[in-house]
């Protein structure tokens, strides 16, 4: 059993840098594939970025590709997620899962935090 709680979301303005985390319980932590995951008003969930278990380099999705960096500390059990040059379009509630599978799809997820709110403002 893992619990997730995200933090570090806030209001900012376009062009601006927020970093939110992702913490953990749980000692079987360091086996899990996290991934960030967004969803905006009126959108579908979608998948932004993986940290493998393994250390293995993180993937993207291309919308924030360049822009965002994810990083991970097992000794904290805590999973960053860096957001740079940020726009209105990344407004979004934005969530973190663990799962044991590699995917950017979100029903390969066993569990999810509760999100925290990322708005930008142009």
């Known amino acids: 059993q893992v619990q997730l709680v995200e933090s570090g979301g806030g209001l900012v303005q376009a062009g601006d840098s927020l970093r939110p985390s992702c913490a953990a319980s749980?000692?079987?932590?360091?086996?899990?594939?996290i991934g960030w995951f967004r969803q905006a008003p009126g959108k579908e969930r979608e998948f932004v970025g993986l940290?493998?278990?393994?250390?293995?380099?993180?993937w993207y999705a291309d919308s924030v590709k360049g822009r965002f960096t994810i990083s991970r500390d097992n000794a904290k059990n805590t999973v960053y997620l860096q957001m740079n040059g940020l726009t209105p379009e990344d407004t979004a509630v934005y969530y973190c899962?663990?799962?044991?599978?590699?995917?950017?799809?979100?029903?390969?997820?066993?569990?999810w935090g509760q999100g925290t709110q990322v708005t930008v403002s142009s």
């Open positions: 749980g000692r079987t932590f360091r086996t899990y594939n």
């Open positions: 940290s493998f278990w393994s250390s293995s380099s993180p």
């Open positions: 899962a663990a799962g044991r599978r590699i995917s950017n799809w979100r029903e390969a997820y066993d569990y």
